[in-house]
Every structure is written in structure tokens, then in C-alpha cells.
């Protein structure tokens, strides 16, 4: 057994970052040396310090889709709606608000003339709907969605294009995600083109996430808390460059947990990393032996998360723990739009 409490702080709520820092790499990079036991402070465009010719950075190009919808009730009541997947042509998998107020056979209408039947009941919160008509609604729901940002994120409506813009990362390409992989934003083409010239090597891989991967920790047991599944898309190319990294003895850097679970859940399911589109579903937490990443750029996660486990089995508890204390001490922003992590 874990306890969940193990995981748990206490996070003054002015600590939770509404907007990002502009420009991007102007956010703050608390850098942890594990053979060290050392705690830096630094800015992220302070990374290529800590990186060296024939390290690889493996980034997640997943693109944010704009999965918020709002739609009504035959009887009138507002239901908000996230889209999380299109399973086939016009059903979609999707999580509504409030959860209560819609059941199987109830109609949702939405704007531009498009409405949908809930046609099963996948869980709290989780719904089936299909939308009516044999021509495909997406290009439709998508320009009527707004950027998915978390709860604790205070939603502007004057802020839209901004967060249409910041909640992506530079590199973002492969649509399909409901949450951004937020080590990803800290980047600009700059930094980037920076790296590359020092001879930091740069791999992309797909992780679609999804609202799961927030999802709160309900049990008491860490380890009986139910994992989610992800769509993944891995290249022969990033392949390539992660195995002549490892032969040369450079290091694998992962920007994010996405790319972690990504890789980490591929070779614990094949034994090795092997290319091609699937589904991986892994839940990492202590202990466990890393196979491919050697390094790891993260943002700070929320308490009691399955996030905070991953970070926790990477380097240990207590000292990812203490880490997080020196980061509110010191005025960190948290969560999406906070400060970044590196873990060396």
C-alpha cells in the first residue's frame, strides 16, 4: 500500500499561475542534481547550462484541440461539454457538467444547428453522444469549442486567442489532445534553434492526453486508483535517434510526463521501443526502473496526483517533496501556466 497522503502539500492559492510568463522562457526552471542533492534556481532560458552536445530532447507534438462546447437541454438547462475522443464518424466520447443533469436519451442542441443524443452512460461524468446526420460535425464543434483550461485556471472570455495561442506548444502539430503537455510551453523557436546549434538533439513523439490524466486520486491506496489509456504515434526516426544516443552516452531527456509514460509504457509492455500508433496505459510511482529516460523537464503537478507519483519514482519522494517546499518558499507559480522542473 501507498498512502495517497504521502503526496499531499499544502499550496497557497496565489501560487497557482493564471497566465503565462511572456515571453515564454521567461518562467522560472528549479533544477534538481539527484547525485548532487542539489537545488538550483534559474530561469528556463538558463536550460542549455544544464544540457550538452549529444544529449536529445524527445518533445511531445501533440496539438490542443478546442474541446470546451456549451449546449442546452430541450428543457432549456446549460451543459458544459469537454469532447475527449471521436470514436467513429460522429460519436464522441465526452465528459459533461453538471454530470446529473444528463442521462441516457436526453438531447444536447448546440449552436449552428448541430445536436446530439446521449446514447450511454460510460461512467461519472463520462457520456456517449452522437451527433445527428451522416456528414462528420467536426470542423463544426471544433470552431465552436474553446481552449479546454483546467478548473483552476480563472477562464477570461477577453483572454480566447491568447490561450488559443499560449495553451499550445511551438511545436505542437498532431491534433488530438484535451490538455496540453505543459513542459512544452516553456519553448520558444529561439531557445530551440539554440540547443540545436550546441549540438542538442531534438526527437518528436505523439501523446494525445487526455482529462485522465488529471483525474483526482479518490482512494486512500495509491496503487488502486484506476489509470487512463493514451493514444500514442512513435517513429523508426525517434527510435534512431533515442538508441544512438544511448550507444554514444548521451542523455534522454524528456520534456514532460507524456513523453515519459510514452516511452517508459511501450518498453515495459514490448520490452523494447517499438514504432507505430496504439495505446499505451501505464501508472508510474515508486519504485520503478527507468529503461529509456535518463532526465526529466516537468512543470509542478497538483497534490495527491498520479503526476506527482511519476516525478516522486524518478528521483525519491522525500526529496521531490522537499523540492516542491523550496518552490512555494520561493514563490514558484504552479500547475499549466507555471514554472518548469528539471531533474538531472
Known sequence: MIPISDYDYVLPRERIAQKPVDPRDHSRLLVINRKMALLQDKLFSDLPQFLKAGDLLVMNDTKVIPARLY????????????????????LWAVMVRPAKRVKVGDRLIFGKGIEARVIEHQGEGLRALIFDGDVSVRTSLLEMGQMPLPPYI???????SFYKDRYQTVFAKQEGAVAAPTAGL??????????????VRQAMVTLHVGLGTFKPVETDDLTQHPIHSERYSLS???IDLIDETKRQGGRVIAVGTTVVRLLEGIVAREGQ??????????????????KVVDALLTNFHLPKSTLLALVSAFYDRASVMSAYQ???????????????????
Open 273 to 290: 521501443l517499438v514504432a507505430g500508433d496504439g495505446v499505451v496505459k501505464i501508472f508510474i510511482y515508486p519504485p520503478f526502473t527507468f
Open 71 to 90: 449546449a442546452k437541454k430541450s428543457t432549456g438547462a446549460n451543459i458544459e461539454v469537454f469532447l475527449l475522443e471521436e470514436m467513429k464518424l460522429n
Open 154 to 160: 480563472h477562464y477570461d472570455e477577453q483572454l480566447m
Open 326 to 344: 523550496h518552490a512555494i518558499s520561493n514563490e514558484y507559480r504552479f500547475f499549466s501556466f507555471g514554472d518548469a522542473m528539471l531533474v538531472v
Open 186 to 199: 516553456h519553448f520558444t523557436p529561439e531557445l530551440l534553434a539554440g540547443l540545436s546549434a550546441m549540438g
Open 236 to 238: 523508426e526516426a525517434t
